[in-house]
């Protein structure tokens, strides 16, 4: 179990880690603990216990945490699987796997492995390629993730990112290029490159996502002016984003997005910031064993059979 100190339901509820590991040894797991010391660390820590022929990693922490531990898991055999401590848990919300860590230990035993394919990011400057399993973003969303106070998420969770949010909506929004196979250039001001529906652990955005389809949902919002957010939000509340004025919806394996006007643009993975653009998006297929309920899986393959 490779565990995030800091996240935060374990900041707040510290005795939870030590009840979801009871559960997991009262199921007959042997477990071992792996606190993380700082950024990046999990994925070191992943990386070894692959080598060293773990049975299985159990990421305990928010999205953040997960991607870590899935940028050293990536190509292995050895399954993953998640206990939600985060803030936004939105894999777990995705899943079904629900927001309770000790329940998710307890649900261990009844979770099917099934072979995914994940994002991954090449950033400018010959930096390493980033691994994501749920989503990019790039423009508005990452400038929030960049620019957010940790302090105040500390004291609001999921609180502090639509105060941000909001508050980035006074301002011009920066524009990038998205580069397709399918549609050409396109521009926008918020690019989201998404393997899952949900997002943020409130909304469903990306409406034909499936951790299981062999394709990235890519969805653009153009515009620099904020006020068009207002139709935007509303259109995604109702679940009619896709049918917007000024919204595109593309289904590829790789595309690449540029800033324009010669203004930064950030982007964010599973949650966190990831540097900015100029960059490359992809997808692996067949990238790691993910545990998921049996049900989540029932679903998703009756929409992708293929």
Request: net charge positive.
């Amino acid at each position: 179990m490779i565990y995030n100190p800091n996240a935060g339901t374990l900041r707040r509820h510290p005795r939870r880690l030590s009840e979801a590991e009871s559960e997991l040894r009262a199921a007959g797991h042997s477990v071992t603990l792996h606190p993380t010391s700082g950024p990046g660390d999990a994925t070191g820590i992943a990386r070894k216990l692959v080598d060293s022929g773990a049975g299985l990693i159990l990421a305990a922490g928010g999205d953040g945490t997960i991607n870590e531990v899935l940028n050293g898991m990536v190509g292995s055999a050895t399954p993953l699987a998640i206990l939600p401590f985060g803030t936004a848990n939105v894999l777990a919300m995705e899943t079904g796997t629900g927001g309770n860590p000790v329940a998710a230990a307890r649900a261990l035993g009844s979770l099917e492995p099934v072979r995914i394919g994940v994002g991954c990011l090449t950033a400018s400057g010959g930096s390493q390629p980033r691994h994501f399993l749920l989503m990019a973003g790039a423009g508005l969303d990452a400038h929030i993730v960049a620019h957010l106070d940790l302090d105040l998420k500390k004291k609001l969770g999921k609180g502090a990112y639509w105060i941000a949010g909001f508050s980035s909506l006074t301002r011009r929004l920066e524009e990038l290029e998205v580069v397709t196979a399918e549609q050409g250039r396109l521009r926008c001001s918020f690019a989201l490159a998404s393997r899952v529906r949900n997002y943020g652990g409130d909304l469903e955005i990306a409406l034909g996502a499936s951790l299981l389809s062999n394709t990235i949902e890519l969805m653009l919002f153009e515009g620099a002016s904020p006020l068009r957010y207002l139709k935007y939000f509303a259109g995604v509340l109702a679940r009619r984003a896709s049918r917007l004025t000024g919204v595109h919806v593309i289904r590829s394996t790789g595309f690449e997005l540029h800033p324009v006007n010669g203004h930064p643009v950030h982007i964010q993975l599973d949650g966190e910031s990831c540097g900015t653009l100029p960059a490359r998006v992809g997808l692996v297929r067949d990238a790691v064993t993910l545990m998921v309920p049996p049900a989540y899986l029932a679903k998703e393959r009756v929409r992708w059979t293929t």
